[in-house]
């Protein structure tokens, strides 16, 4: 069964500092795709990136990067000089995708919460 | 534009009373999926739709129903609502990711704040 943890309850930066959120995975399958989503305080929720099994390129979009590293099963996501607008709840998630093409489930980690202060 | 739309946003009823959550999106998108939000519990997948007539059960599907008719519409089905399903709901869409790129975009809608007394 698959299975996604986000150890870090609760992180609490200071304004331009660098944070890490970690996310760690577990699934049997060697075709999977892991994904971050962001929940601002305002509720909505925000898709930031998919990313497939195959591809163990670290992705950078600005000032959010993504490290996957398939040997210690880890899709971790830094922040780069952070602001008080990345304050939210991060999802990470993880899809398994089943050779027989049937099974798309999309399994969440508990989420962390960041925040920001000024 | 872009978007994934969902109704009602707020919702209180009490148990029993059939309801139906509609879900809508313009993009043409073959996968579209249903999650509840709880507090301590986090994200759950509820039901899922890689394309018309095709669907399947997520993490928790029971009290639930769905269809997919139509490519646009994914209307959750509540047939006898209870008070544990009180809960924020989330519909989403996207392009099937078997066959997307990385870099599609999955499509959220604004919630749908359901209480059942």
């Known amino acids: 069964a698959q299975k996604v943890t986000q150890a870090q309850t609760e992180i609490s930066v200071v304004e331009k500092e660098d944070v890490t959120l970690d996310c760690v995975y577990e699934t049997r399958d060697t075709t999977y795709y892991l994904f971050w989503y962001k929940q601002p305080p305002s509720g909505e929720l925000v898709f930031l990136i998919r990313?497939?099994?195959?591809?163990?390129q670290n992705e950078i979009s600005g000032r959010y990067s993504w490290n996957f590293q398939k040997s210690t099963s880890s899709f971790n996501f830094t922040i780069t000089a952070s602001q008080v607008v990345d304050s939210a709840v991060y999802f990470c998630?993880?899809?398994?995708?089943?050779?027989?093409?049937?099974?798309?489930?999309?399994?969440f980690g508990k989420g962390t919460l960041l925040t920001v202060n000024p | 534009e872009a978007q994934v739309t969902q109704n009602p946003r707020y919702l209180i009823t009490v148990t029993g009373k059939k309801l139906t959550v509609t879900c809508s999106q313009n993009?043409?998108?073959?996968?579209m999926s249903w999650y509840r939000q709880d507090p301590g519990l986090g994200l759950r997948q509820i039901y899922y739709?890689?394309?018309?007539?095709v669907t399947d059960k997520g993490d928790v599907p029971e009290g639930y129903k769905v269809s997919r008719k139509e490519k646009r519409n994914f209307p959750l089905i509540l047939e006898s609502p209870s008070p544990n399903q009180t809960s924020l709901y989330f519909c989403a869409s996207s392009l099937f990711w078997g066959t997307g790129r990385n870099t599609d975009t999955q499509y959220f809608g604004p919630g749908t704040r359901l209480t059942v007394l």
């Open positions: 739709s890689m394309n018309v007539e």
């Open positions: 990313r497939n099994s195959f591809d163990e």
């Open positions: 993009m043409n998108h073959e996968y």
């Open positions: 998630a993880l899809s398994e995708w089943d050779s027989g093409g049937s099974n798309y489930k999309l399994t």
